[in-house]
Each structure stands twice: as structure tokens, then as C-alpha cells.
């Protein structure tokens, strides 16, 4: 299999560190809110991802974090006076409750900020002793990027910036020492914890670099997130991992492109959000609906509209008819059946091996199963056809087979 891997900026062969296994870490949801369709998206794919490593025979370790403590969460807090625990438990079970129904497997691991903190203030205090981090005159902790020689890297030129940068997050190529963590200066605060360093708030970077070297240790195969994760975020989170490691933390970094709707990225915080239950009250089902995130090239924007979506849909139901007509298939049977199978599933993995090109994939299964529905296959022949249909599912899982 090839991916492209954005540490290197380009498609590379998988090879995992392992003959046998691969550890994958992928930036879970922030959970103040119902995960939208552009989130379900990137999940969706990596979900893809995990099952062809599976259908290829590798055991996945997979971890994801569930982000309970930070600013969204904090201000959703504040405008609903909620207690956090609860708000952050409610939205934590609607994301797997719409990540079940779309087939998502279940990570092995959802390690929560909130359980963490300590450790966290452990990795600042190992990169202050270490030089690579500083505390300035407010008490705040800042990563000095000025000690990372390869910062810049995921973005594909070389960054540095000024110690003025004081805030958590930065627009893209305005780099900075980015902040790890900061005392807290309120009383029951939602967003801090005691630790060894005192009552402190610790930032997104440090989160996920403790939490994925914590569960994975120090050699991972796959870093994921959605194409906003990769700057900053992941540009950083690598920088802290790298350091604490003293080597490459992780061997691939792979993004998934936005889902745009008209025209532009969906987004909680501008209300253009589709969420799973809007699919399903328009008639779609789970099925279809992974079928829409999947229909397009996860390194390619997939601009939703309504049209789209039903196009997709007469697909499914295309594939549906066919798979029908093989459950009810009694023919005189195909000449040359096995040598039609045994291509059809090598042009399967061959579009997978090919960047995960899940749309061709698609295809390729879609096609064979128009074409042996059209093919006057016996009981037999038709019974190896949805075997075949159903193995090509354990990765798509999105055939309409039920």
C-alpha cells in the first residue's frame, strides 16, 4: 500500500514498524457539541484506513483522544451553565452514537484531557529541564521552536518566529513559540487542575503529544487528523513529541480534506453544519450517508449539496438492485467465473494500495456487482459473488449487503 504522507509531501510506501502491527493515533472530537458531517468525514476515512490494515492482515492499535477541557468547551460551559463533566459526557455519547451507526470501530483507547493533566505537567516540566521550553515573566510555558530544527516540516518550509507570540494558536506561516501551559489566575476554574506545577490550564499541543506517547510510547506508524490539524496543531504536537522521543515520534502524518458546503468549510462556529440525524430525517440511511463521506478522495475537498447527496443515494440503490437480484439468482451460470472474481478483487486492492483511492474502490464494486447481477450466475456462482461483496464491505461498510 501507498499513502501520502505530508512529513514527507508525498505519496510513500507503507511500511509499517512492524511486520505484524501498526499504532495509530488520530485527533479525537472536541466534545461541546454534535460532530457535523465534515467531522464525520474524517472519521469515516480513517476508519476506512483502519479496516484495510485490518482486511490486510496487521493488528491496529488505535487511539483516539476525547478533548473535555479547552476554550469551546469552557465558553459552551459558560453560555449554557452546565456543569463541564456533564456537557462534555452528553456530547462524548451522541459522537459514538452517530460514530456506531456509521460503522466507525471503535477505537481501543479514548484517553479524556481531563484524566491526563498530571502526566501533562510532567511533559512540561521534561522540556523545561530540558531546554527546549520556557517560562515566561506571567507564568505561562512556551515551547522555543528555535530548538526544533526541523519546525516546519509538515508544512513544507522552514518556520521560526518571535517569543512575542503569546497566544495558543496562530494563523498558518505566523509562527511562534506556541504556549503549553498556564497557571490559573481564576477561582473554580473549569478549564484547570491541580498538579506538580500548581493549579494549571495546559494547551491543545501538549495535550495530544502526552496523550498519544503515553498509550503508544514512542515509535507510532500514523499520526491522523483532519487538514486543519496539520497547522498547527500537528506541527506542534510533533515538535513536543519529537523532542520527548528524541527521534521521529511518528513514521506517517495523514490529512483529510474539508467537507465544504457551499462552497465553504463547514463549521459549528458559522451554523452551516449538517449533522447525521439531518440525513437520516431526509430518508438517507447510515449506510448511504458513509457512502457520501467515502465518495470522494479524502485529499480532495467534497463540496455537500442535496443534489449530490441524492445522486449518491441512486447509487446505493443501483447496488442494492443488483445485490437482490443475486440473492434471487438461479441461472445457468458464467463461464470463467473464478478468473472474473479473482480480478474484480485485485482491482479492488489495487485501487486501495493506490493512496486509499476508496472512489475507484467503490467502483470497482459496484460494477461487479451490476455485472453479475446482469450475468445469469447460478446459485452457486451468486453465493461466492456476495461473499466476495461482503469481504469488499469489511473495508467499505457501506454496501447496501443487509
Not at 519529537?242 to 458546503?261: A, P, Q
Not at 443501483?318 to 439468482?329: E, T
Not at 494500495?353 to 450466475?377: H, Q, W, Y
Request: glycine letters at 6%; charged letters at 30%; proline letters at 2%.
Amino acid at each position: 500500500m501507498r499513502i501520502y504522507n505530508s512529513l514527507g509531501h508525498e505519496v510513500q510506501e507503507f511500511k509499517p514498524r512492524s511486520r505484524k502491527a501498526v499504532k495509530m493515533y488520530t485527533c479525537g472530537p472536541t466534545v461541546y457539541a454534535r460532530p457535523h458531517i465534515g467531522n464525520m468525514r474524517t472519521y469515516v476515512f480513517e476508519d476506512a484506513l483502519k479496516r484495510y490494515l485490518i482486511y490486510q492482515g496487521y493488528r491496529v492499535q488505535h487511539v483516539m483522544n476525547i478533548t473535555d477541557i479547552d476554550e469551546t468547551v469552557a465558553k459552551e460551559v459558560k453560555k449554557t451553565h452546565s456543569m463541564r463533566a456533564a456537557l462534555t459526557k452528553k456530547y462524548e455519547r451522541l459522537f459514538r452514537q452517530d460514530a456506531s451507526s456509521l460503522g466507525i470501530i471503535p477505537a481501543g483507547k479514548y484517553p479524556h484531557v481531563s484524566d491526563y493533566v498530571e502526566r501533562m505537567a510532567g511533559t512540561v516540566s521534561a522540556l523545561m529541564k530540558s531546554g527546549a521550553a520556557y517560562k515566561d515573566e506571567k507564568c505561562r510555558v512556551f515551547f522555543d521552536i528555535s530548538k526544533f530544527s526541523s519546525y516546519g516540516k509538515l508544512v513544507g518550509r522552514k518556520l521560526s518566529g518571535s517569543r512575542k507570540v503569546m497566544r495558543e494558536e496562530y494563523k498558518p506561516f505566523q509562527a511562534g513559540d506556541f504556549l503549553l501551559l498556564s497557571k490559573c489566575r481564576e477561582k473554580n476554574c473549569e478549564k484547570c487542575f491541580e498538579t506538580r506545577l500548581g493549579m494549571c490550564r495546559p494547551a491543545w499541543n501538549v495535550q495530544c503529544a502526552t496523550m498519544a506517547t503515553s498509550e503508544l510510547g514512542n515509535n507510532i506508524d500514523i499520526s491522523m487528523g483532519g487538514q486543519d490539524n496539520l497547522f498547527n496543531h500537528h506541527e506542534n504536537t510533533r515538535a513536543i513529541a519529537d523532542t520527548l522521543c528524541g527521534h521521529e515520534f511518528s513514521k506517517y502524518y495523514v490529512h483529510v480534506r474539508h467537507l465544504l458546503i457551499g462552497g465553504k468549510k463547514m463549521s459549528k462556529s458559522k451554523g452551516n453544519v449538517v449533522l447525521l440525524p439531518d440525513l437520516l430525517a431526509k430518508g438517507f440511511t447510515a449506510r448511504e450517508t458513509r457512502f457520501i463521506l467515502l465518495s470522494v478522495h479524502y485529499r480532495r475537498r467534497l463540496d455537500f449539496t442535496w443534489d449530490y447527496a441524492r445522486s449518491v443515494k441512486m447509487r446505493a440503490l443501483g447496488i442494492r438492485k443488483a445485490i437482490n437480484a443475486l440473492k434471487a439468482a438461479q441461472g445457468e451460470g458464467r463461464e470463467g467465473f473464478a478468473a472474473f472474481a479473482s480480478d474484480a478483487r485485485a482491482d479492488f486492492e489495487s485501487a486501495l494500495d493506490d493512496n486509499m483511492d476508496i472512489p475507484s474502490a467503490l467502483s470497482v464494486a459496484e460494477k461487479f456487482a451490476r455485472e453479475c447481477a446482469d450475468a445469469g450466475l447460478s446459485r452457486k456462482q451468486a453465493r461466492e459473488a456476495l461473499e466476495l461483496l461482503k469481504k469488499f464491505d469489511t473495508v467499505l461498510f457501506c454496501l447496501p449487503l443487509q
